[in-house]
């Protein structure tokens, strides 16, 4: 049993197989966290959990018989208003004008499986042996408010999903201010927080600051998760490594604004927090209704960087990824956009199709334009209905002239934008998110629909539906690009606009649901201006979002390496593209470019036509490679073997088959060197005392390529790839 609870004690234990999580009940009434790390069998003594310092005059207590004040308690979810000064999971007014919660243990529910969160995305157990669900309810006695905290232990993951629901069981409208998903503690601050931060196009680099007594606070108030940052944090202690050091990893399923805390108190305890961002939150909860928060999920690895972002890799990519292509092989695929932009007829993508096609490619995506009168940026979103100008026969025809090349043919939809010269916009101004009587702000000359509308949504399911039902639709890139600045809803009175933000996620989750329940077996790519929405809420419904814009294969080593701290290498969108490269001017060998991008969903984006003809030998040979290795690529486990933030001469990466009888090491020489030392590069993963064959020659064992290296080869020139394969010889 993942959970048990001992009654004496008060304590409950939920069991990963390498981890626990401990909470407990104190004085009857305060739900305390008390441990969380490696596993332990048997927690009895709550006391130890408990601080040295009681009371003093600047720590109130809520009740005079308490020996401890809330605000020196590890409160499991604690409120703003309970003598806890720190930073509150749960802040709500009442209608008196009053804003103090507090919430006191009332009881406690265990069953099987888990249950899917109403109207979010989450991820789920296949059957009810897999998982077991703790619910807590907590009840504020003056008000009837009730909260019931959900946690959710796998079987097979050493991760905790939790999540809160809460009901208003009183009489009067409760006004939620802040409703975060999920805090934790750590008992001392002698750790780094850690973090994916960027810019558009440089997407999701890997951060880390010693905490010290402040609050350390990464966000997102763009109504997206965004580039900037990503609903993501780790905790490690100084030098953690990828194989050593204690790491508590805290990720959100949620593409909305978020925050994620650490906050360090001032007797160094370290509350951690994760949720919906406060900022600009608010929810009337009327008499009898219930609100529910999106899911956190908790990892803890003792053993470095690397379990922790194993495990958050393969829980997220078989127990959140969902349909077809959580299992099924996704198609190579060439992409128009970077090779034509708006400037393409059919003929032209006819052209790529069939050179595509002739290189080996299976997938034909045509990109932004094709639509309206779309010759720009700056018209037609909205307006989904095909240009006859650029294709005669419209997308019906051109899918099945694609079609017949024995390609699959694939479609970009924005549907969350609409241009403001459009006919969608001229018919319907109001669905447009802006203010009455002020300029919206604007962002790429579009405006973004109020997802939150039923009448908005419908439209887009009728117009996506009506393309997608027309034609051999086999993928969509669901694109977004720009984020929301000035929130506001046309449909929501005056005390409900703090709404309008989550009103627009869930709204987004809905159309989104429709369609994949109508399209099973639709390949969904996410986007946002490349990865300005990767996370965890998208990867719900498509299972590989384009990473970034930035194609180069030197930029992206950082960007990938900082993106998959917490997303499998299945979820990341990565394509081989032009050089000069149209972000960074850099010009790399196709060799790498490919090497590179095959650690994601790999595809091509370039004219293909300007590919010298051994260029295009090399692409053949790559898209077998890339097959070959597909398993290994996208159900390994990965290795991070450097960090591309600090070595900037070489970086390499690995993928171990799940049996360990394989590996493939991956690598790039960034900047070659005269005379520069030998590079031996421990492979990880493998099987100790087997031999495995090291590019069909060499048989070396486990051990010994473990602990001695592969050898990195020296090269002349910059950006060469490197690859070595493994193999068990039996
Ligand atoms: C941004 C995406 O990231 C690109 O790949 C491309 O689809 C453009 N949008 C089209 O507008």
Redesign the pocket.
């Known amino acids: 049993m993942p959970i048990q609870y001992d009654q004496k004690e008060q304590v409950f234990m939920l069991q990963t197989p390498k981890t626990s999580y401990v909470l407990g009940v104190y004085e009857g009434k305060y739900l305390l966290h008390l441990y969380y790390g490696k596993r332990i069998e048997r927690y009895a003594a709550m006391q130890h959990r408990l601080p040295t310092h009681g009371i003093n005059g600047f720590s109130a207590t809520d009740v005079e018989e308490s020996k401890y004040s809330t605000n020196v308690l590890p409160m499991e979810f604690p409120c703003y208003g309970s003598a806890d000064y720190r930073s509150p999971a749960f802040h709500a007014e009442y209608e008196d004008g009053s804003a103090v919660t507090k919430l006191f243990y009332q009881g406690y529910h265990i069953e099987s499986g888990k249950k899917p969160l109403c109207g979010l995305p989450a991820t789920y157990a296949e059957n009810e042996l897999e998982a077991e669900t703790l619910e807590i309810t907590l009840k504020d006695a003056v008000t009837g408010l009730v909260v019931v905290l959900s946690y959710t232990v796998f079987n097979s993951f050493d991760a905790i999903a939790k999540s809160v629901r809460v009901q208003n069981g009183g009489d009067q409208t409760i006004n939620i201010k802040s409703l975060l998903s999920s805090t934790s503690y750590l008992f001392d601050k002698d750790y780094e927080f850690v973090h994916l931060a960027g810019a558009w196009a440089r997407e999701r680099h890997i951060q880390k600051q010693p905490l010290q007594n402040s609050t350390i606070l990464i966000d997102s108030k763009r109504v997206s998760s965004s580039h900037m940052h990503s609903p993501f944090m780790a905790l490690a202690r100084p030098y953690t490594t990828e194989t050593q050091g204690d790491v508590y990893g805290c990720s959100l399923i949620y593409s909305g604004n978020f925050i994620a805390r650490a906050e360090t108190s001032e007797l160094d305890t370290v509350r951690l927090s994760i949720g919906i961002n406060p900022f600009g939150f608010g929810w009337c909860l009327n008499p009898g209704e219930e609100f529910q928060a999106p899911e956190a999920v908790l990892v803890y690895a003792a053993n470095g960087f690397g379990e922790m972002s194993r495990t958050y890799h393969k829980l997220y990519r078989t127990r959140l990824c969902r349909g077809k292509f959580r299992d099924a092989e996704r198609p190579v695929l060439i992409?128009n956009?970077e090779a034509t932009y708006f400037d393409f007829n059919e003929e032209k993508i006819l052209d790529i199709a069939k050179s595509a096609k002739k290189l080996g490619m299976e997938l034909l995506v045509l990109?932004?334009g094709w639509f309206g009168k779309r010759d720009s940026?700056n018209c037609s979103l909205g307006d989904w209905v095909t240009d006859r100008r650029k294709l005669p026969d419209g997308i019906d025809g051109l899918a099945k002239k694609v079609t017949a090349l024995g390609m699959q043919f694939g479609l970009?939809f924005?549907p969350e934008c609409i241009s403001e010269d459009s006919d969608l916009y001229r018919a319907h101004p109001d669905w447009a998110i802006q203010i009455p009587g002020r300029q919206p702000n604007r962002s790429r000359y579009q405006l973004i629909l109020d997802m939150g509308r039923e009448d908005v949504r419908d439209y887009l399911y009728e117009r996506m539906t009506a393309i997608l039902d027309s034609a051999n639709i086999e993928y969509v890139?669901w694109?977004m690009?720009r984020h929301i600045s000035d929130v506001y809803s046309a449909v929501l009175p005056k005390e409900r606009q703090g709404e309008a933000s989550h009103r627009y996620m869930l709204g987004l989750y809905d159309l989104l649901e429709r369609l994949v329940s109508r399209y099973p077996d639709l390949l969904l790519e996410g986007?946002?201006?490349?990865g300005g929405r990767f996370d965890l809420g998208m990867l719900y419904y498509s299972p590989q979002i384009?990473c970034s814009?930035d194609t180069d294969a030197v930029e992206r080593l950082s960007v990938q390496y900082g993106t998959s701290f917490c997303y499998p290498i299945s979820a990341v969108g990565s394509h081989v593209s032009a050089v000069p490269n149209h972000q960074t001017g850099r010009i790399t060998p196709v060799e790498t470019r490919g090497t590179v991008a095959m650690a994601g969903s790999f595809g091509y984006e370039l004219d293909l036509n300007l590919l010298s003809d051994g260029e295009k030998e090399e692409v053949k040979e790559q898209i077998k490679t890339f097959k070959k290795y597909y398993n290994l690529t996208h159900e390994g486990e990965y290795y991070r073997l450097t960090n591309p933030m600090e070595n900037r001469l070489y970086a390499a990466w690995e993928f171990v088959s799940q049996d360990q009888s394989e590996a493939l090491v991956h690598g790039m020489q960034i900047l070659a060197q005269p005379s520069g030392p030998s590079i031996h590069i421990p492979v990880r993963g493998l099987k100790a005392d087997a031999m495995y064959e090291v590019n069909g020659e060499l048989v070396r064992s486990g051990r010994a390529l473990m602990h001695g290296g592969l050898n990195f080869p020296r090269q002349t020139g910059d950006f060469k790839a490197v690859e070595f394969y493994l193999k068990e010889v039996k």
């Not at 986007?527 to 490349?530: A, E, I, Q, R």
């Open positions: 992409n956009w990109d932004d940026d970009w924005e890139k694109d690009n986007c946002s201006g490349g384009w814009d």
